[in-house]
Structure formats: C-alpha cells, structure tokens
C-alpha cells in the first residue's frame, strides 16, 4: 500500500511548464540594460580566430565609468598566459607577476569586456537580436534556477559584443534566463562553428564595484 501511494504521489506530480520564449527574453533584456555592475565569467571554447582570450573571470561596473578588473588567461606567443588584468576607459593594463602592472595598451586589442553592460549593445542588443527563439527547458546554474533557452544570435549585436566572431550572418545562441524575477540573464552562449563558441555568464548582479587605475 505505501509503495502504491508512493508511486501514486510520484506520478501525480506535474513538471513546471515552459515559459513562452519571448516575453522572458523582453523582460530579460529590460534586466540587463538596467544593470550597473555584475561578476562577469567569460569562457572561449575551441578557438575563435584573432580572440587570444581564453578564459576571463572578474567584475564588471559601468558606474560611475565603465572599468573590469579580475584574471584571466590569454594567449601569448602560442603559450597559455595566466594575468591580473583591469581594463578602465578603454585601457588594458596587465600584470603578468603579481601587482607588476603594464599599460597593454587598447583593450580591443586583446578583448575589451566593457561592452558587455552597454545598454545599447551589450548582452541586452544580443538578446533584443534572437529570432527563433524556444524556451527548451530548465536548467540550474550557478544555484539559479534558469529557463534555457535555443534560437539565433543577429550578427549586428554579436559583432558589436565580440567583434572577434566576425559572424556574417546569425549564429547559433543559447541563453539561460532567471526563472523568476527579475529574470536576470544567467549566461549566453554563442557558436560561431561546430566546437568554437564563446560563454559569458553572469552573477552578483548589482553588487558594488570599485576598480581604480593600478600604480605602473
């Protein structure tokens, strides 16, 4: 008996329904523009051509100037290179031995994270440029309960974001999405070719940044 009211509970209980695609993605990108600072994880998978970026975790602020400061690991001379890294006012300075910092020069040379937050492009112009988007199930990451979502990146807004993709056209995305509000984008994921994609995911929304140029 108990193993039948069991099974009973068990089969009675309903998966949540997937959510429509595009109002969570409309409400996503009011989220995003409304954002001031976020931890920011940038991971390259495979290789993208001219993008020496490998993997870039650090935090990100547009207030009161737009400024990222964390790690990353970039490619140098053909070897992977472990770095301190802040860029501020379009500036990439780098230290390669703990607090030893170089003025690297313009960061779009390397990568320059600063447009992630852009309210006009960012990740919110990549979410506003989805076509054939579908909600395709739940996913939890980070602890975030999130809404995974498939569809098509326009290349306007991913090459605004990452103009290393040099997409000729819309390119395979996916996005995750907080399943509840205020529906903050979790992470997006953006292929530009069978096994060669770039992943930043999103955390500590709104948490206060300070970066402050380092002493060279």
Known sequence: LAAALIATGCS?????????????????????KALTSAHLDITINGKVEGLPLKTLSGDLTNVPNVAVQGKSTITMGGADVDIQLIVLDGT?????????WLD??????????????????????VLGGMSDAKADGFETIGGVQTVRITG???????NKLIPQLKAGGPLPATVWIEKDEPHQLVQAKI????????????????????????AL
């Open 191 to 214: 292929d530009q070719s069978e096994g060669n994609s770039v992943s930043v995911a999103l955390s500590e929304w709104d948490k206060p940044v300070t970066v402050t140029k380092p």
């Open 104 to 125: 690297m020069g313009p960061a779009a040379d390397v990568y320059d994270p600063s447009a992630i937050l852009t309210p006009s492009a960012g990740l919110a112009g």
């Open 92 to 100: 990439l300075y780098a230290a390669l031995t703990p607090n030893q």
């Open 152 to 158: 098509k990146a326009a290349a306007a807004p991913v």
């Open 12 to 32: 009675s209980k309903k998966a949540d329904p997937l959510p429509d695609a595009a109002p969570l993605i409309q409400q996503s990108i009011a989220a995003t």
